[in-house]
């Protein structure tokens, strides 16, 4: 490795909506740039290969059930072979995505015997946005599981984090850690064709996982208040253990869905989105996030949300009125300015979707924020 060299470690490969963009800002500043993910989906639970120049797959043990003891010992047998891999590398600059938390430990050891700079980058907070984590049953081992982080943040030169919820909750800036807030990027699209308007009906989307966090009650709940008013559409783009019980519950509510299953193509995503007033980005009340990837995608393509998760989504949202940030004893309030929303008002609210992504998530947003990241790693 050269003088200027970087390794950059995500064990869910979050290539496309992070690392790419690191690697891309590195390579630009002169470091040789080495890539470290695993050779296991999380997601399909099936292992793959990634055929990419600089990019090293660690083999990971196979697991069924994310909340699981084999995922958290295949996490902890990964991160001892990158531990390894980092070794032999012997980088100057060390980019890590947590979780896995243990991995938080490993990578530690090797900065604090050598010269590397460090910096921790939050994507995501586990055990905390398990909806079960104030179970008392649950309590100990979650808290074993916090401190498996919590306890070697304070070794890197800087912890990044995935929304200022997470750097709040941690309480980092009161320990003294440094920290920068890094949104999650994607690239940008085309937003020459201007999106459909139909004032008889209500068209929504539902973008993503529809798993356990999400609140398919709330959701329910605002079709229903809706429909009282007028009719309702749900495109719904995705796949998860829940999504019979949600279509079935949608389609009881009164709306008809329309079921596009796992959609990658971003033409057609953009036809969907276009036909949309607004997109569905409701979680259970309970689920320690500030930002989800889906509100990342519906900004992307201009489309407004309706909301409940609070802290930077619901700062934003605010901000530059893109969309409506939901309350349990608002519900019906807002499913009537839904039904009753004019043109204008819904192209108002995709201007300012459309700001919040070029403001904070687009590639040009997440250069400007690297650049102070490495500036205050020195």
Known sequence: MTSKSAVLVSCFNYYDIRIKYIEKFLMAHSFEVTYITSDFNHISKKHYVINRSGTIQVSALPYKKNLSVRRMVSHYFWSKKVFGCIKSI??????????????????????????????????????????????????????????????????????????????????????????????????????????????????LAYLGSINNIIDIDTILYLVREIVCFKPVIVHVIGQGERKVEFIGGLQESGAVVEDYGVVFDLAKK??????????????????????????????????????????????????????????????????????FMKEEEGMAMRKGAIS????????????????????NCG
Request: glycine fraction near 4%; include cysteine.
């Open 90 to 203: 012997k980088p100057s600059l060390l980019f890590v995505i947590l979780p896995p938390n243990s991995l938080a430990r490993n990578v530690a050891k090797y900065r604090m015997k050598n010269k590397a700079k460090l910096i921790f980058d939050i994507f995501d907070l586990w055990p905390e946005t398990y909806p079960l984590s104030k179970n008392v049953m649950l309590k100990f081992p979650f808290f074993i599981w916090k401190r498996m982080r919590d306890q070697y943040l304070k070794v890197a030169d800087l912890v990044s984090v995935e929304c200022e919820l997470f750097e709040n909750v941690l309480g980092l800036v009161n320990k003294g850690i440094p920290t920068k807030t890094i949104y999650p990027a994607l690239d940008e699209v085309s937003m020459s064709v201007r999106p459909k308007w139909d004032n008889n009906i209500v068209q």
């Open 356 to 375: 919040i992504f070029i403001d904070n998530m687009s590639p040009s947003a997440i250069t400007k924020k690297l650049e102070e990241v490495i500036d």
């Open 270 to 339: 953009k036809v969907i989105f276009d036909m949309c007033h607004l997109g569905l980005n409701i979680m259970l009340p309970n689920v320690c996030v500030g930002l989800s990837m889906k509100s990342v995608e519906y900004f992307r393509f201009g489309l407004p949300i309706i909301n409940n998760i609070p802290f930077d989504t619901s700062a934003m949202v605010s901000t530059y009125g893109a969309g409506f940030n939901l309350e349990p004893d608002s519900i019906t309030s807002i499913a009537r300015q839904i039904a």
